[in-house]
């Protein structure tokens, strides 16, 4: 049974910082690109970033240069390091685990296993 199971979520004062972690089980982290999404209330959900089987990256032009996706194959878990923050940045926060070369569009049709989110709320 594959399993993502995100943590570390919580309240932050704006200009802060916070790491997420996205913990799988149930299949072999190496062989899937991993992707981070997010959904505010009452948005749609949207692509934050993404990284590759081979640690390519890629961010969404709205975290670009403040957030960091990386991945410890090892110990299963992939991180978003989020800097910066900013109140617009409030939502909730799920991984992915995708098997398609299209990982990086960004779509979550391209992904195949989904978390159940954490929460992170930005306050001004």
């Known amino acids: 049974q594959v399993q993502l199971v995100e943590s570390g979520g919580g309240l932050v004062q704006s200009g802060g910082s916070l790491r997420v972690s996205c913990v799988a089980s149930?299949?072999?982290?190496?062989?899937?690109?991993m992707g981070w999404f997010r959904q505010a209330p009452g948005k749609e959900r949207e692509f934050v970033a993404a990284?590759?089987?081979?640690?390519?990256?890629v961010y969404s032009d709205s975290v670009k240069g403040r957030f960091t996706i990386s991945r410890d194959n090892a110990k299963n878990t992939v991180y978003l390091q989020m800097n910066s923050l900013k109140p617009e940045d409030t939502a909730v926060y799920y991984c992915?685990?995708?098997?398609?070369?299209?990982?990086?569009?960004?779509?979550?049709?391209?992904?195949?296993?989904w978390g159940q989110g954490t929460q992170v709320t930005v306050s001004s």
């Open positions: 992915a685990a995708s098997t398609s070369v299209a990982y990086h569009n960004g779509l979550q049709s391209s992904y195949n296993y």
């Open positions: 149930g299949l072999p982290l190496r062989a899937h690109h």
């Open positions: 990284i590759s089987r081979s640690f390519s990256t």
